[in-house]
């Protein structure tokens, strides 16, 4: 097995797991494991789905006598044992092995830090001389979009959908997770691919993957303090075509928010999500940090969003 560096731990796979830094000499936090044969567990109780914004079935995650099961249609099926230390995935025939790393590194291995009791948050986020900016919404709301503008600028990426955070003291800080990014073709048409690589998305048929860090668009591999959080949403009927609005939200609707935009492996244990609930309670309870944001959904319009992102974390 080859040992990487991902979310600032490492990872031991027989999978090749692209641009991620090689951990060798280190004691693996994670262990992913591709199987010959099928896995033979099946789901026991209720289990939950996600869906892409069409409304086709992207994952279901169920428990099993080992663990949790994460299926993929059509794709392959993840094992994550009970203590969220090792996955094995079976995929389905004709599922390259790229695909597989994909699925593991975006979806599966978020999943099993939340089963270690760690905090990741469906968010993308890019480092600014401010600190980190993460931004957080409903699949479609242009979450990697926004990403994708500022790292065109130079700005490192931290991670396009999955952001540890880590509490230490006063401090909150965004772990970088790996170097990718995943846009609609009309975005990549308007900001460029700065000479990457592009590959299709396994599960998101239309969207491209691109791997950054080998070219003009950077990505951090440090811990970056977080500066601002903020949720995307649509501009109020009312609002000028122009407009740009960020507001403060009350703690109370920052929880909510945050709540909603976690991944979670189970939905069973109470006492993992009431020390989840703590440890988000105190993020939003964090004085001007997190903030709804505003503005007509027009690819024109991204260097004056920046602008305005940018003016905010400065004050």
Known sequence: MTAYSAFGLVVA?????????????????????????????????RRHALRSPNGTLSLTIGRCRSGFLVRFPGLA?????????????????????????????????????????????????????????????????????LS????????PLLTDDGLLLVEDGLMLAGVPSYPEIRLWPDVLAV????????????NRAGKKRLSVDNGSWPFSREAVPVRRMYVLGPPEPTARPCAVNITALAPRDAFIELVKHTYRLD???????????DSIGRI??????????????DLSRLPAVQAAILEHCRQ
């Not at 090749?16 to 789901?43: K, Q, T, W």
């Not at 900001?191 to 396994?202: E, M, S």
């Open 191 to 202: 900001l460029g691919d700065g000479g990457l690589a592009v590959h299709d998305v396994a």
């Open 148 to 155: 994708a503008s500022f790292v065109a600028r130079s700005f």
């Open 284 to 297: 939003a309870a964090r004085p001007s940090l997190v903030y709804r944001l505003a503005f007509r959904r």
């Open 267 to 277: 939905l069973d244990d109470r006492t993992r999500l009431r020390d989840e609930f």
């Open 77 to 145: 099926v993840f094992l994550v044992s009970r203590d969220g230390q090792k996955v094995s995935c079976a995929p389905r025939r004709g599922t390259r092995l790229r695909i597989v790393a994909h699925l593991f590194l975006a979806q599966v291995l978020p999943l099993a830090l939340s089963q270690r009791g760690r905090l990741v948050l469906h968010a993308s986020a890019v480092a600014t001389q401010h600190g980190a900016v993460a931004f957080l919404g409903a699949a479609g709301q242009g979450k990697s979009t």
């Open 13 to 45: 796979s027989n999978v090749p797991l692209p641009g991620l830094l090689n951990a060798a000499g280190r004691r693996p936090d994670f262990v992913l494991e591709l199987r010959r044969g099928p896995i033979r567990e099946r789901s026991i109780g």
